[in-house]
């Protein structure tokens, strides 16, 4: 696919995720209904209305492409496909049980193992992310498009992490020494990938955790923007494998976190 051609697709799906999170918003008011599924994590009713509201627009903009989506994917089943839909219809359910405001609505087309199209919906906080290509990662808020990128935009001489735990694991707290890390903040859900491609965070480290549709909007989000993603051993981080579960990650807003 051409840059016009994903851009189009990607545009195509704002109205849709716009609609999406506010009825995710309007199922919380008026009471969710809670199920805990096989792997023990809770699933609701809005993450399944969601889920269906994005997953049938998909379908009628890329009827050939395959979609797998947290909700209604068969892990005993081989991806095989060399493109398709990474659906995750609320990142972050328990926060968004929990009544909190970084829950995400995510989307990613994946191409070659690679994130060429994500969208992400902060519902709570009247946000969506989304980007095509390299370049072309935007911010839709109060009405307004402003095309985003990584520059620095915490303190001079400050290099500020996000984490996903309040207590970072040695592997983690080790791997931002190295990168000389003044301060940490909690963040939840693929919101950490949108806030490092505002610029307004350096760093994020994580073991293995997780499945890629956890990762794949905000990946394509951050790196279109201009942060630079692998593994903790800099090797490149790459989707469509068979059990769906993440390496582990880094997230840096530039190779000169000082800049």
Not at 126 to 144: A, C, H, P, R, V
Not at 193 to 210: L, N
Request: proline share 4%; with cysteine; hydrophobic share 40%.
């Amino acid at each position: 696919m051409n840059r016009n051609e994903l851009k189009l697709i990607a545009e195509n799906l704002i109205e849709t995720f716009e609609i999406a999170g506010k009825e995710s918003v309007d199922i919380y008011k008026k009471g969710l209904i809670i199920k805990i599924k096989a792997d023990k994590s809770p699933v609701s009713n809005g993450d399944l209305k969601v889920n269906e509201l994005i997953c049938n627009k998909i379908r009628n903009l890329t009827p050939n492409i395959p979609i797998i989506s947290e909700e209604t994917v068969n892990l005993k089943l081989k991806n095989n496909a060399k493109i398709f839909w990474l659906i995750d219809p609320i990142d972050g359910t328990k926060e968004y049980i929990a009544g909190k405001d970084e829950y995400t609505l995510n989307a990613a087309l994946i191409i070659d193992q690679k994130p060429v199209i994500g969208l992400v919906g902060v519902p709570k906080k009247k946000q969506l992310f989304y980007s095509f290509g390299l370049g072309d990662s935007f911010l839709k808020e109060n009405g307004k498009i402003e095309n985003i990128n990584c520059s620095k935009k915490t303190p001079k001489n400050q290099i500020i992490a996000l984490t996903s735990i309040s207590k970072p694991s040695e592997i983690v707290l080790d791997k931002l020494k190295q990168f000389k890390v003044t301060s940490m903040v909690k963040m939840a859900s693929s919101y950490k990938f949108c806030a490092i491609a505002k610029g307004s965070f350096d760093i994020y480290a994580a073991k293995e955790r997780a499945n890629e549709w956890d990762y794949a909007a905000g990946h394509a989000v951050a790196e279109h923007a201009g942060a630079i993603i692998k593994t903790l051993d800099g090797k490149p981080f790459l989707y469509g494998k068979n059990d769906y579960r993440n390496p582990s990650l880094l997230i840096l807003r530039s190779n000169n976190l000082n800049d």
